[in-house]
């Protein structure tokens, strides 16, 4: 069902859909992912190339449009990618999970694309009806603006961002340290980008920074702040207004990134850090999507460097798994694993076979059948074989059944009976079933 409802999201946007390798040259992913590159597992060297399994979807996608030398594609991709992270189960996140990518390729008019990546999370976390969201936006020339208006150096700017994209999972105070500590930037620095990270707004906050006399000075703060103006408004011409918010905290520790940058996080899930480290259990699951706009990924793999622009959006659908079964478990209510819609029964002794014509009729007819492969089972254990699958009908039949060219229909969930003719079964289980759904 998920799946479901996000591939045709994917598809109503128009994107075709491409396959890569789960595995990679290890030289094509290295470098892309600043920090996280300790994450990435290598393939053990038997001779030959080295590989390594892909870590996201977003950098293989590259690789095959500088390739295939693709200037334009919209294209969607779901599979599963690896990565040697401390598994946190209830958190959704694992050491191998399915990413669900939405990008788009091509040299367009500024962030006429990008607002339609945010539309899309959007419309998915909307259908997929997950409760309260947010997307937070920010812009990469927007945090190099404000990392340079508050004096770090250019060559501290990836360090920074990797400290600040830690905010979502820990206190400022953690974060200042690890600048001044690890990274070695100035603490007065540090202390002017304490105050911008906590700012968070729409346009009124776009046109304070604009207004703002150390980011003025900052040729990319202003380009990035202008281009989330025009994003704003056309977010607004979609009708998402309420569900994002401009807010210079948000990161994205990873390197590729260019412009615009966005991640969707769950209100009822958002990560308390106060709840120790992995300590607290229940489900804080917080982002569920994120993405942005890498303008530079694919000249990295072309002989002579030739760039395609590109903006994209990955749906981490374990994190949603993860929220749904904790769902299913405080309400209480089951989940069906099958779509059985038949349960052919046999009342008495020896009508194996009778039942084995039954299900070819029904599997012949595309009706979802089971039946027991027990030759002589208990009456009363496929009945609650039905009711433990919610399985809607069963089809009993008996000795006198046979004899007369009847069966009789049982809805499963009211347990009301009624005697059919064996010619009309087909289409009387398929009104049914209509009628149930």
């Known amino acids: 069902g998920v799946f479901n409802t996000i591939i ?6 128009g994107a075709e859909t491409i396959d890569t390798p789960v595995f990679e040259l290890k030289e094509t992913l290295t470098g892309k992912y600043g920090e996280d590159s300790k994450l990435i597992y290598d ?22 449009l500088a390739m295939n030398k693709i200037q334009n594609v919209k294209r969607y991709h779901i599979a599963k990618v690896y990565r040697r992270d401390n598994p946190a189960m209830t958190r959704g996140r694992f050491r191998e999970f399915y990413q669900c990518d939405f990008d788009i390729a091509g040299q367009y008019d500024a962030m006429i694309p990008d607002a339609e990546c945010v539309k899309l999370v959007s419309e998915i976390l909307n259908q997929l009806d997950l409760g ?14 404000m990392f340079a208006a508050c004096g770090v150096p250019d060559d501290k700017f990836r360090g920074a961002c990797s400290a600040v994209d830690k905010l979502d999972k820990t206190f400022w105070d953690d974060v200042r340290a690890e600048m001044i500590q690890e990274k070695g930037i100035d603490p007065i620095a540090v202390d002017k980008i304490g105050k911008y990270v906590e700012l968070k707004g729409r346009t009124e906050l776009i046109d304070k920074l604009l207004e703002d006399e150390a980011m003025k000075a900052q040729k ?50 958002a990560h308390n850090p106060k709840a120790g480290a992995d300590g607290d259990e229940s489900v804080s699951v917080g982002s569920v999507a994120g993405g942005g706009r890498y303008d530079g990924l694919v000249g990295m793999f072309d002989s ?10 990955s749906i981490g659908v374990e994190r949603v798994f993860a929220i749904m079964e ?26 194996v ?24 089972p208990k009456a009363l254990d496929q009945f609650q074989y039905c009711e433990t699958n919610s399985i809607p ?11 007369m060219g009847v069966v009789t229909l049982r809805i499963v969930g009211s347990r009301e009976e009624r005697t059919v003719q064996r010619e009309k079964m087909v289409e009387e289980i398929k009104s049914v079933l209509a009628n149930l759904n």
């Open 326 to 351: 904790s769902r299913a478990l405080a309400s209480n209510t089951k989940t069906r694993t099958t779509e059985t819609e038949v349960y052919v029964v046999s009342a008495q002794k020896n009508l």
């Open 353 to 376: 076979e009778e039942r084995m014509k039954i299900c070819k009729e029904l599997w012949d007819a595309d009706i979802k059948t089971e039946q027991s492969y027990k030759r002589n």
């Open 43 to 64: 393939l053990k060297d038997q001779g030959g190339e080295l590989l390594s399994l892909r870590y996201d979807l977003t950098v293989p996608f590259a690789r095959y």
């Open 220 to 269: 990319s703060a202003v380009e990035g702040l202008e281009d989330l103006r025009v994003l704003f408004k056309y977010l607004e011409l979609y009708g998402i207004t309420d569900k994002v918010v401009f807010d210079l905290s948000l990161a994205r520790g990873l390197d590729y990134y260019t412009g615009v940058i966005y991640e969707a996080i769950l209100q009822g899930f």
């Open 8 to 13: 045709k999201c994917f598809k109503r946007h």
């Open 132 to 145: 309260e969201y947010i997307i937070k936006i920010n812009h990469r020339k927007v945090l190099d603006g």
């Open 393 to 403: 009908i069963a089809i009993i039949i008996g000795g006198s059944e046979i004899e």
């Open 304 to 313: 002579k460097g030739k760039k395609v622009p590109c903006v994209g959006v």
